[in-house]
């Protein structure tokens, strides 16, 4: 097969998985309001728990040392990744959450970020330090008798088949009164609390859905490519998937998929492929943060509510069915107000402004 | 200071539905609140008034849960709740709107509305996947109430409009539609009419004297005397952080010494306008 296939191939993966972590964001940021700016240490934590739960214990002699390294069979250890990062998740929100303004919020959630990336890091026993995981084995490969290049195909699709899975969770949950009640506590926490809603526990809850996906995410990524380490989750990373949920549209799912195509996937993973320019090598590569940046500022400039902006719902629309199955009562409302007393309905709009 | 505080037969030991005694507040070192006792009959609609900087939106703060009371005791209902955290108070049948309209920006009119029930089905994970037809019942349901409600304030012709595209009493109508579909049992009202027309100032009056009709309690903080004087039936004066008097308006304008040590005459002049 053609290797400009493969390539497709890896950025379809890409594409699938940065949908999965920018749905979790979208629910924890675009939806809730909580500017998570540990995502990617939940990111990684997925990854690093799918990774040691798959690959078995370090084998003598190797040179690895990590703990938990047992061989649940696909998808546990997935999984076991997803659950993880709930956890830390638990961890971090009775830390970080008792009456925090979201600004402060984002400076404690960022330090823990960086707090751990530093423990991971540096205490080998853990994750293997800055080495991490690198033989971590194909899931189902062996059992489906895959070799490398038919993986590749083989989990991009599955990917793609898991991510379809989880839209349609996501999509059930933000349509819900529960995603409701959470864009309500994103625009105001004070007004939500004063109605009676325990805005802690509707935070956490978004916590953990966010960091469940985050964690699948994770895990997706290091079965794909076998490998994890802490240059794959460093402050940066976060902000490209940031910059995604912004460019792409934040609170609205469609908008993520849109916004994990542009730049993870058309500004990140792409150009990981496109040859060097002559004589400038690596430029490309190095010129990857710059052209997001500019494209997060455009974007902030021209189109702040993204390329597909959050949509108006009408949780009404069964009334206006329900007018057309009985017509006798035929008329909406608004052209009630209009009709009966076009005077009336002049005041009333007077009145009101 | 000599000051006779005026007592209304309206308000007794039995029919005390909300009550604040010793209420003490500082911001660093400013008391906002400092000594405050009030009490607010069930089925009334209470003014809490005074010149600006006495302590009544604070203490609207300290019944409400937003801040805990350095010192003293809230009771609703004849149950302490001092210093609860607003979601159960709240619970408990307390709403409170705030003086700023404060619309919940990122949703429509309509979902303003459909956000307010608690506990509702749809808010819980198990239910939305496991329940769905009981979730969907209980939104209709809701839907159903939240419209007719907005028909009651006019506001249905711009339900699916984002309530930050509101105008100002459009705000302030939709932030009092908001209270009532939690079906409070007592409201608390933190100047509703604050920058709203005279036209709208009625209507506002009217619909708070309907829901004393359908038995809700209502504390409310105005600065308009004449709405106070047309819609409540008692009036508890702050200055300074202290409760000043209790009474009806009617009483309160006879007490010369409550208008001019503590509102500077600016009650006797705006009640003779």
Known sequence: MAPILYYGFTLLFFFAAYCVLGWGLNLQFGESGILNFAYIAFVAIGAYIAGVTSSGPPLPGSGQSYVLGATLPFPLGLLAGGVASCLLAVLVAFIAFRRLRSDYLAMVLISISLVMYDFINNYVPLFDGADGLNSVPMPLASTLGLNANSFLIFFAVLTVVIGAFMWLIMSRITRSPLGRTLRAIRDDPDVVSALGKNVFRYQLTAMLIGAFYAGIGGGLIVEFSSSFNTSAWTVPETFIIFAALIIGGLGNNVGVMVGAFVVPVLFTQLPKFIPDIPGHPGLILNLEGAVIGVLLILTMWFRPQGIIPERVRRPDRFLARRTVAAPADAIDADQVDATASPEAAAVDAETVR | ?273
């Not at chain 2, 709107?97 to 429509?108: I, N, V």
């Open chain 2, 1 to 273: 200071m000599s000051v006779t505080p005026v007592t209304t037969p309206a308000v007794t030991a039995t029919n005390v539905v909300l009550s604040g005694r010793g209420l003490h507040k500082s911001f660093g070192g400013n008391r906002a609140v400092n000594g405050a006792d009030l009490d607010v009959s069930e089925g009334t609609i209470t003014a809490l008034i005074g010149p600006n900087g006495a302590g009544k939106s604070t203490v609207v703060n300290l019944i409400s849960g937003l801040l805990p009371p350095d010192a003293g005791e809230v009771r609703l209902a004849g149950e302490d709740v001092s210093g609860w955290p607003s979601h159960r108070i709240a619970q408990r049948g307390l709403i409170r709107t705030f003086q700023l309209s404060r619309e919940l920006q990122g949703l429509t009119v309509l979902e303003n509305l459909l956000v307010t029930p608690i506990a509702q089905k749809g808010e819980a994970l198990v239910n939305i996947f496991l329940r769905p037809r009981a979730v969907r019942r209980e939104e209709r349901a809701n839907v159903e109430r939240a419209v007719e409600i907005l028909r009651d304030y006019g506001l249905y012709h711009v339900r699916d409009n984002w309530a930050r595209a509101l105008s100002g009493g459009q705000k302030r109508l939709l932030e009092l539609a908001r209270a009532v579909m939690a079906q409070p049992r007592i409201l608390l009202l933190d100047e509703p009419m604050a920058g709203v027309n005279p036209a709208l100032v009625d209507q506002i009056g009217d619909h708070i004297l309907k829901l004393r009709t359908d038995g809700i309690t209502v504390l409310m903080i105005e600065h308009n005397l004449g709405v106070v004087e047309r819609i409540c039936d008692h009036v508890i004066v702050m200055a300074e952080g202290r409760t000043l008097a209790t009474g009806r308006m009617s009483d309160l304008r006879d007490n010369p010494e409550v208008v001019h040590a503590y509102l500077g005459g600016v009650l006797d002049a705006r009640l003779d306008s």
